[in-house]
C-alpha cells in the first residue's frame, strides 16, 4: 500500500494542525494506521494508532487529550488532529500501516508500510 501524508506547517504554540494520510494500491480497511513522529537527533516515537473500523484508538501518554486520531474508510484516509501544540511537538510526522500490528503497535518496525513525512514546526 502506498502512503502519503500532507497537512504539515508552521504553526505557534497553542495552535491547531491537522495532518492527512491517504491509501492506494490496497484495501484500506484491511490494515491498522498508525502516526509517528521523529524530532531531529532523536528516534521515531509512536503517536496513535486506529484500528481498522475506528473502533479503537491509542495514544501515546505525551499526546493523549491534545490529538485524535480518526479514519475514513471510504475516503482512504487517515487524520491526526492536533491541538494545544508545542515546541515539543516539532518534527516529521509518518503515517504508517499493518495488517496484524497487534499488542505492538507502538513498535515501528512492525509496520509494513510508511508514508513519506510531513514536517510540522511549532513555535514559541
Known amino acids: 500500500v502506498q502512503l502519503q501524508a500532507s497537512g504539515g506547517g508552521l504553526v505557534q504554540a497553542g495552535g491547531s494542525l491537522r495532518l492527512s494520510c491517504t491509501a492506494s494500491g490496497r484495501t484500506f480497511s484491511d490494515y491498522v494506521m498508525a502516526w509517528f513522529r521523529q524530532a531531529p537527533g532523536k528516534e521515531r516515537e509512536f503517536i496513535a494508532a486506529i484500528t481498522w473500523s475506528g473502533s479503537s484508538t491509542y495514544y501515546a501518554d505525551s499526546v493523549k487529550g491534545r490529538f485524535t486520531i480518526s479514519r475514513e474508510n471510504a475516503k482512504n484516509s487517515v487524520y491526526l488532529q492536533m491541538g494545544g501544540l508545542r515546541p515539543e511537538d516539532t518534527a516529521v510526522y509518518y503515517c504508517?500501516?499493518?495488517?496484524?500490528?497487534?499488542?505492538?503497535?507502538?513498535?515501528?518496525?512492525?509496520?509494513?508500510?510508511w508514508g513519506q513525512g510531513t514536517q510540522v514546526t511549532v513555535s514559541s
Open positions: 504508517a500501516a499493518d495488517r496484524q500490528p497487534g499488542l505492538r503497535m507502538q513498535f515501528d518496525r512492525v509496520y509494513d508500510y
